[in-house]
């Protein structure tokens, strides 16, 4: 499925996809963000747009959370992904803010956003980054085996596995407390 920024919208995943409530969805696809549909006001008055020959994209909904911890969430998100990402690759991936790079190369690009009933995120990370306006690198440059659809999914199951548990720890955190008086 290629993304093109109209995706990024309150109840895409319950409308397009059938998926309820607060949810997370990968998929693979061409990339193509006209400035025009960019949701980042800095990049928007660069003139910026998002293009890669094929990206594994995540797209995710959470209602009842502020702006705050949706941004949290996505850098959550981004440290876990790039985690799975060298360990699958061995490669050296860095994360600075909501983006990740190997040898210096923007391997994703990455949003949050705020609708009127929820928080929105979008994080596409590169397979073949042909086409990208910025020095840019894929998951086949980093290890040929990871341009296979197959294997590809394998890296998104763990890292989809690997949030789910994070969030739902999360969780148990902030209810297994006695309060304080």
Request: aromatic share 6%.
């Amino acid at each position: 499925m290629p993304y093109t920024g109209p995706q990024l919208r309150p109840h895409f995943l319950l409308t397009e996809m059938g998926i309820q409530g607060s949810a997370l969805l990968g998929f693979i696809g061409p990339c193509e963000v006209k400035t025009d549909s960019m949701v980042d006001w800095e990049d928007r008055l660069a003139n910026d747009f998002i293009r890669s020959k094929l990206m594994l994209h995540f797209l995710g909904e959470f209602f009842g959370i502020s702006l705050n911890e949706g941004v949290l969430m996505q850098r959550l998100f981004m440290s876990i992904a790039g985690q799975a990402i060298s360990q699958a690759t061995g490669a050296k991936v860095l994360r600075n803010g909501d983006d990740l790079f190997v040898d210096g190369k923007k391997l994703s690009v990455s949003i949050v956003t705020a609708s009127p009933v929820s928080k929105l995120l979008h994080v596409g990370i590169n397979i073949d980054a042909e086409g990208a306006p910025v020095a840019a690198i894929g998951l086949k440059d980093v290890d040929a085996a990871l341009v296979s659809p197959v294997k590809v999914g394998v890296v998104a199951q763990e890292i989809l596995k690997t949030f789910q548990e994070e969030i739902r720890s999360i969780e148990w955190a902030c209810a297994k407390l006695r309060p304080v008086m």
